[in-house]
Nanobody, 114 residues
């Protein structure tokens, strides 16, 4: 399956961003759909994950201002972050994980700056 992210760009501090991930095939067989990010000079970190069945997990750095959702019918995954901060600047990548395999998108750049 191929994953293509969209929605990145320049966002002002305090604003919101919404990223989309479109899959070329069915995502229903992947137990976990997740968003990762890698900021400048930082290690990659998991931002949020959504399991089949509705369970979600969030990194402490974004908890309370982030929502991940997956639509298995449309093969789409979304990430919304509100009250963005400069430290949210990163390349955000979508991942499909399950059954011992993982697929990754190429990422979309989000820059938080005034």
């Amino acid at each position: 399956v191929q994953l293509v992210e969209s929605g990145g760009g320049l966002v002002q501090p305090g604003g919101s961003l919404r990223l989309s991930c479109a899959a070329s095939g069915s995502i229903s067989s992947f137990d976990v759909m997740a968003w990762y990010r890698q900021g400048p000079g930082k290690q990659r970190e998991m931002v949020a994950a959504a399991r089949n069945g509705g369970i979600t997990n969030y990194a402490d750095s974004v908890k309370g201002r982030t929502t991940i959702s997956r639509d298995n019918d449309k093969n789409m995954v979304y990430l919304q972050i509100t009250t963005v901060k400069p430290e949210d600047t990163a390349v955000y990548s979508c991942a499909a994980l399950g059954n011992g395999v993982g697929y990754w998108g190429r990422g979309t750049l989000v820059t938080v700056s005034s």
